[in-house]
């Protein structure tokens, strides 16, 4: 995925708790703030996880998924792939074989 692996480009740190605050109730941004200082959140993946991790465990409001993207300066596909709740599927790269006749 050529999206992660840019992950980091373009993610600004700290930022992106003050540009989610706005749209959070300050009860569940402190219990965010809390969370989210607990782990190593240096690019935009991480950030987008462990808000999610923090959304389901501590069980607070989230944000727009539109305000999430626009904190994390990344696509709201990426929001929406990264919160969403459908298991992973693993996909298999296949090789394409060329005979070459001499």
């Known amino acids: 995925m050529s999206g992660d692996r840019n992950d980091s480009e373009g993610f600004d740190s700290p930022q ?6 706005k ?5 569940d941004f402190w219990i965010l703030q809390g969370y989210m200082e607990q782990g190593e959140i240096n690019n935009k993946s991480k950030a987008i ?3 999610g991790h923090c959304i389901k465990e501590m069980d607070i409001d989230s944000p727009p ?9 990344c696509d709201p596909s990426l929001v929406s792939r990264l919160l969403s709740d459908k298991p992973k ?3 298999e790269k296949k090789r394409n074989c060329c005979i070459v006749a001499r």
């Open 23 to 27: 749209d959070m109730d300050s009860f």
């Open 49 to 51: 996880k462990a808000l």
């Open 89 to 91: 599927k693993k996909l």
């Open 16 to 21: 992106f708790m003050p540009s989610i605050e």
């Open 65 to 73: 998924q539109t305000s999430i993207a626009i904190a994390a300066h």
